[in-house]
């Protein structure tokens, strides 16, 4: 049996002007065209290992090309073209792969990336999807360690009603980010840097965008400095403003605010009136 969207180990049957035909033990050949062969001296008889697909005109073709994912997998993947029925995204052949519009769990826009999972569809034609949440590893069943404080590269792929973010380790492992975590909206698709805060009990890493917080006070401390030299040497803000338009206007909590302002007195940098805070 060839399979169609993953590698199959086949016997090289006959050679043609144009290419090879390759089978298994089964009566289905598939070519393997000489434009693609790469080179290789191919003998008759001998077995070569290739990638199966199916050609605009769905006769399944080989080729020695290391396709960005097969069947079964998931995987960080370009939106190349658009149409009413679905989108195109490139696999890394000449041929694009179909994500139908009821497989689309939020809009695609052309030239972003995002995570999809690969299957085969009802015709033996390969498809994508959004819905990758059944098919992102859990780290703990795979044997996969990280530690608190580590930095991983993520993409998210779904947001919870809660407000709390669903994202892939490495387009594979389960994480999330909690509400309290973020302070500016993020859309599926979104390649981020993030910090191991805490590993759950069922294996799920929880993540968060945040910097430590020395770090993060440090950048604070630099937003407030460029916000008043932006804006004549004061700001309507001080440690009383309100929550929401601190997060609003510095994409942080009142916590670390508060922080940032107290360290950035200490240094006599800035002081703290009724109406807001000046540079000295």
Do not use: W
Request: hydrophobic share 35%; no cysteine.
């Amino acid at each position: 049996m060839i399979n169609i969207g993953k590698y199959n180990t086949l016997e090289v049957k006959r050679e043609k002007e144009f290419g090879f035909y390759l089978g298994d033990e089964g009566k289905v050949d598939v070519l393997l065209p000489k434009s693609v062969a790469e080179g290789k001296s191919i003998q008759v008889g001998e077995k070569v290992e290739v990638f199966v697909y199916r050609d605009s005109k769905d006769r399944p073709i080989a080729t020695f090309k290391k396709p960005l994912v097969t069947v079964g997998e998931v995987a960080y993947l370009k939106v190349v073209f658009q149409t009413e029925f679905g989108a195109f995204i490139d696999f890394g052949l000449d041929r694009d792969i179909f994500v139908p519009i009821k497989e689309q769990r939020f809009k695609l826009h052309t030239g972003s990336k995002y995570l999809f999972y690969v299957y085969l569809d009802k015709t033996g034609r390969i498809a994508a999807t959004t819905d990758v949440e059944n098919y992102i590893l859990n780290a703990k069943d795979e044997e996969k360690e990280f530690k608190v404080g580590e930095e991983v590269i993520a993409q998210i792929y779904s947001k919870g009603q809660s407000g709390t973010i669903h994202v892939a380790i490495d387009s594979k492992y389960k994480g999330m980010i909690l509400p309290n975590e973020y302070y500016i909206d993020f859309y599926p698709g979104t390649e981020m840097k993030l910090r191991v805060k805490r590993i759950y009990e069922d294996g799920i890493i929880g993540l968060t965008p945040r910097k430590t917080r020395l770090n993060e006070r440090d950048q604070i401390q630099e937003d407030i400095l460029k916000y008043l030299k932006k804006n004549g040497g004061f700001m309507p803000f001080n440690d009383k403003s309100n929550p929401d338009d601190i997060k609003a206007t510095f994409n942080t909590s009142k916590n670390y605010f508060k922080m940032a302002l107290g360290g950035l007195m200490k240094d006599g940098k800035i002081v703290q009136e009724k109406e807001g805070t000046r540079l000295k």
